[in-house]
């Protein structure tokens, strides 16, 4: 099969880009499950190995760029980047577009869009998901053990309210354990106290090999989220780092976390957040680090991503539509 992979920013991204990270590695898995790529992105891209490449000038509005680059003998083309149905209709191949986040009110989405997750698929009315896959060699494979890690992590834009860092450092505050912090450089409070409190460290922004190190450091990654999660890349990068995850149970993250690997704590249960991080310190409450990266390996690998991706592309191409409503 010949796929058209688009996106509107670099593939892979110069430091972090959730997107454009799960596009870079859907170009891989579909390379090496023997179909031919061809990845439609701006300058500064840097596609894998055996991934053909098409540079967007942005001389034109996205959409008539990709329409205009799209090859007439490909079979489909994917979309990571909202396209309305009326610009889906235009095209001379048949269409998909993954949804990465939550739609705003009234927002409408093309019949052929693909969701990130159960739940979010659900709460937009919709059937079709795919959950996202990572690379797990951009993860540490000698992981440490339960022993050599130290206090929790927090890594998610920190300046995003929803995100929750002034409640995670709340907790490790009264649980009175260490927190490393990364993900940007705002609030200022939260990372002057990082630099001020015994434990506590602010990482700023992080990508590649810095981010696997902070991730694989903590006994857990904190992860108290106070909207509904399309899909939580970095719980899966935690749990590949052999780092379980305590989140509030919103949006996805009941997919991707069960009791072998962390626990979902209501937000509105304090006195038990700092419970379960009281007993991990303490060793009270212990998870394999094995256990947690083997079951991102088993459920959230690139590979994975790619064939439910076929999927997809097959009923697509079948003439089968999946925008049937729950």
């Not at 577009?97 to 990130?116: D, L, M, Q």
């Not at 002057?192 to 857990?220: C, F, I, Q, T």
């Not at 459920?299 to 697509?316: C, D, G, P, Q, V």
Request: glycine fraction near 8%; charged fraction near 25%.
């Amino acid at each position: 099969m010949k796929i058209v992979i688009a996106h509107s920013r670099p593939v892979p991204p110069r430091h972090y880009g959730g997107t454009e990270r799960v596009a870079d590695w859907l170009c891989q898995g579909l390379i090496e499950l023997g179909h031919e790529v061809l990845l439609l992105a701006p300058a500064g891209s840097k596609p894998r190995k055996g991934v053909r490449w098409i540079a967007l000038e942005s001389r034109l509005p996205w959409h008539e760029e990709v329409l205009s680059k799209t090859p007439e003998d490909a079979d489909v083309f994917h979309s990571m980047v909202p396209l309305s149905e009326t610009v889906e209709n235009r095209f001379h191949v048949p269409t998909v577009t993954t949804i990465h986040g939550n739609g705003k009110p009234h927002e409408r989405f093309s019949p052929w869009a693909i969701f990130v997750s159960d739940d979010h698929a659900k709460r937009h009315g919709r059937r079709a998901y795919v959950h996202n896959g990572v690379d797990p060699a951009e993860f540490p494979t000698v992981l440490k053990t339960e022993r050599e890690r130290r206090g929790l992590v927090f890594l998610a834009k920190t300046s995003w309210k929803v995100k929750n860092l002034r409640g995670a450092a709340s907790l490790a505050r009264q649980a009175g354990v260490g927190l490393s912090i990364g993900g940007g450089q705002l609030p200022l409070r939260e990372r002057l106290e990082a630099a001020l409190r015994p434990g506590w460290k602010w990482w700023g922004p992080v990508a590649g090999d810095r981010k696997a190190r902070l991730l694989g450091s903590g006994k857990a990654m904190i992860f108290p989220v106070l909207w509904d999660e399309p899909f939580g890349l970095v719980v899966i990068e935690s749990l590949l780092s052999g780092t379980p995850v305590l989140a509030t149970p919103r949006g996805s993250l009941p997919e991707l976390i069960d009791s072998r690997v962390g626990r979902l704590i209501p937000w509105e249960e304090p006195v038990s957040w700092i419970e379960r991080i009281r007993e991990l310190e303490s060793g009270h409450l212990r998870f394999d680090p094995e256990c947690c990266r083997q079951l991102a390996l088993d459920r959230f690998h690139y590979r994975k991503m790619a064939e439910s991706y076929l999927t997809w592309y097959r009923r697509r191409l079948a003439g089968g539509r999946w925008d049937e409503q729950v």
